[in-house]
């Protein structure tokens, strides 16, 4: 009886199983990145975007100091964001959808339902000025955020986006996108008038 004393190349055989390992990752990876991409766009698409919370809420409003924007005589401060339930909208003259919304915050102002006031977002001051020229300026202060600096302390994702604050300067609500008849009246104004009453009763 006769034995095989060839020896047997291990490190070759170790190779073959890393190569294979190798050949096996540039199949698996790709496929488990596309599945946990499609994941995530599939959450995506199931989400309002109006309703992406704001690691703000609850919170004060940042610190910030805004000049008029050209033509106003005021400008925007967050101490002005203090003594009443407001409203604090962003927009901007190049913003389609700041259409949208604006006549609904002229409607707002004329019935002096709460008071509004306006971050223009990077915006030329010409413009911005002949926009609420144009279209009528519905806000009661109007800070002009020409670097957007302060807009990203606000966690602006784009314009317009729109925030109630309440009359102790703390942000209760964000609403992404422009305000809607059914946005104002099944949640802005609703908050408004919870905020209010609870303002009147810290005061008693």
């Not at 055989?13 to 294979?20: D, M």
């Amino acid at each position: 009886m006769t034995h095989d004393t060839t020896p047997v190349d291990l490190t070759n055989s170790s190779t073959r199983e890393v190569e294979a390992s190798r050949r096996r990752l540039l199949y698996v990876v790709p496929i488990a990145a596309f599945t946990a991409l499609a994941v995530v766009l599939a959450w995506g698409l199931t989400r309002n975007a109006q309703e992406i919370p704001s690691a703000l809420i609850g919170r004060s409003v940042p610190e910030f100091t805004l000049p008029p924007v050209k033509g106003r005589i005021l400008g925007l401060s967050s101490g002005d964001l203090r003594g009443e339930v407001s409203l604090v909208n962003v927009f901007a003259s190049w913003c389609v959808a700041c259409r949208a919304e604006h006549p609904l915050f002229m409607r707002i102002a004329a019935n002096k339902t709460v008071p509004l006031h306006g971050i223009n977002y990077k915006d030329r001051p010409d413009d911005a000025a002949k926009w609420l020229d144009t279209l009528r300026d519905p806000y009661t202060r109007t800070g002009a955020d020409f670097n957007g600096r302060v807009a990203i302390d606000w966690g602006i994702y784009g314009v317009p986006e729109t925030f109630v604050v309440s009359a102790d300067g703390r942000i209760a609500y964000k609403h992404i996108g422009p305000v809607s008849e059914e946005a104002l009246a099944n949640t802005i104004l609703p908050l408004i008038a919870r905020l209010r009453a609870e303002a009147t009763e810290a005061q008693r």
